[in-house]
């Protein structure tokens, strides 16, 4: 495996491809967040009190729920990562800080989407408060380490998707990219 010097091993593409590409990135980046989110939550992922009733929910129902919110957060958040790639100075930076750096990339945006949704307006999207290491209730270290696992995810996506719209070469297989972690 050649060793990469970004988070992917991309031509040399001087930078983003238009308006159009960079959409089309976003909205399949937070269409993903949305359907990890509904599969955490069928995994039992506590459900803040009061949205669903799951009093008549069958355990085997399978019931997860998500917020048009989240496609914006996870949009967001996936887009940023893929502009890493873009960013001459996380290409010197070892692979295994850049999957760091695309985790708090995702805290921080949850922290700020999170005192504006859920604090501000009130719209108690989901609610840390229960696990430890939380604060205000809108991250915690447990959800923290977990976007970090899935970073590499992101990273591999917006790569296939670069590549499937002519902009990249065929990036490494997803298992790689975990791998790398503790390669380089």
């Avoid at 590409?21 to 939550?41: H, N, Q, S, T, Y």
């Avoid at 085997?60 to 996936?78: K, R």
């Avoid at 985790?103 to 504006?116: A, D, F, Q, R, T």
Wanted: with cysteine.
């Amino acid at each position: 495996m050649k060793k990469r010097t970004g988070m992917s091993k991309r031509g040399a593409r001087p930078g983003p491809s238009g308006l159009a590409k960079d959409f089309a990135i976003f909205c399949i980046m937070g269409g993903v967040f949305m359907i990890m989110e509904v599969l955490f939550r069928v995994l039992d992922y506590p459900v803040p009190s009061g949205l669903i009733d799951m009093s008549v929910m069958s355990p085997y129902a399978l019931v997860g729920y998500t917020s048009f919110w989240m496609f914006l957060v996870g949009g967001l958040s996936g887009f940023l990562i893929g502009q890493l790639n873009f960013c001459p100075a996380v290409s010197s930076v070892p692979y295994r800080l850049q999957v760091l750096l695309g985790g708090l990339i995702i805290v921080v945006l949850e922290l700020v989407s999170g005192l504006i949704l859920n604090v501000w307006l009130g719209f108690h999207l989901w609610d840390y408060s229960g696990f430890a290491f939380n604060f205000m209730g809108q991250i915690c270290l447990a959800a923290s380490a977990l976007w970090v696992a899935l970073t590499p995810l992101a990273m591999w996506l917006d790569d296939v998707l670069r590549y499937y719209m002519g902009d990249q070469p065929k990036p490494d297989r997803l298992l790689d990219y975990y791998l790398d972690i503790f390669r380089t």
